[in-house]
């Protein structure tokens, strides 16, 4: 089959790959020169393990096409993704303009049947209005039809989330349509569950809002867990093994970040209102959320003596999660900010977010590792759970630190261990553990 990406992020340049690794003819468009300029040169806009090898292999063999002219890809294809960002606008809304502009650039192109699948997070009706835009903007009566088709990948493992994903949601005005996706990712051999356009664009929503519900409960049931002598690392296995609950997505910490979750549930939450239903379950979600990080460095102050004036605090970890040089909404963004206000110096390591973290922090003092950026401090933070720092020599670090105060932000320490080489170890949910190993 032909087929057109429109938008090469995460979600249009890894579904545009893989189509075309399973033999499809693929054209990736992108309205940004430059992007598409790097992509022809081979180099990746975005970082993500596996995807320049994926790239290459694909365009070596002619399957993979990455261009401008949208409208020339349309009249090419049969099946046309629309991969654009819908970010959101300063009320919580997302902003819609790419997808309208999509749309509009769509119907130039439709010189034949087409199938326009949306697999950018849209608010639920958001394929009525394609349809619509459309509609009003083809040359001619030339018909098409438009499916939802959510995206679940998850950046990091963005390729192995898309070739094996949990399931394929089609949602698709007609069977006949659902067919001619169903006949695309057929190669997956994945489950496939066809509803209508609206529920399918309902469970994009919902599954974020979920899984972001699940890891502020864990988070809540954590400041518990310090206010009544639990451990919260004992108490997300114990729930987990319930096959209801299951154990995924309950890791406490410093909260939910990236381009999704936050996003997403506050558009959910901006939906529910518009209709009528104040979504208060979700809300709060969004506000644990938000306190997290709050909680974390009051707790940081205190052991600071009651200010972070003239202190020196190193942060480990910058990226919203690991594996990933993405700050989109990282927790590390709101800790930073709230520090050099109340007048810390911050030393910050991450293996690969810097460059992008100097693009909002361009005055702080990056270092070539987290020993350089643990030297001299007053303190130290985990704030991303990068592999690299668990296992680091934590003699070393503590013997280059001016204090050996540590404040784990994402659990990834032995509390028993690290107090005995002499760290004053503070971490989430964990006031047993701590005790324990006093
Ligand atoms: C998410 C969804 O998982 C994916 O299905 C969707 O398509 C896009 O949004 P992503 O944002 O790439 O993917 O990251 P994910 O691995 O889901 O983590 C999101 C955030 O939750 C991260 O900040 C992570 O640190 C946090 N998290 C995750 C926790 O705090 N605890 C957990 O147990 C799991």
Redesign the pocket.
Known sequence: MNICVIGTG??GLVTGCVFSDLGNEVYCVDNNPEKIAMLERGEMPIYEPGLEELVKRNVDDKRLFFTQDLRKSVERSDVVFIAVGTPPKPNGDPDMSFVSAAANEIAAGLNRYKVIVNKS?VPVGTGNLVREIIEKNRPNDVNFDVVSN?????????IK?TLEPDRIVIGAPNQVVAMKLLELYAPLERPMLITDVASAEMI?YA??AF??T??SF??AIANICEAVGADIVQVIKGMGSDSRIGP??????????????PK?SSALAQTAEKHGYDFTLLKAVMEVNREQPKRFLNRLRTELGGTFEGKSVGVLGLA???N?D?MR???SVDIITDLLSEGASISAYDPIAMENTRKIFPHIRYTKNAYEAAHGMDALLIV??WNEFKLLDMERIKSVMKTPLLFDG?NIYDPAKLRKIGFNYHCIGRTTATLLSK
Not at 150 to 158: D, H, I, N
Not at 248 to 261: I, R
């Open positions: 995460y979600v997070t959510p995206e679940f990948l998850r950046e990091g493992s963005a989330d994009k599954s974020n899984l972001a699940k890891i864990s988070n995924a997505f309950l890791n406490a910490g410093l909260g939910y970040g990236g381009s999704c979750f997403d919203f999660k690991p990933t993405d909404d990282a927790k991303t759970e994402r």
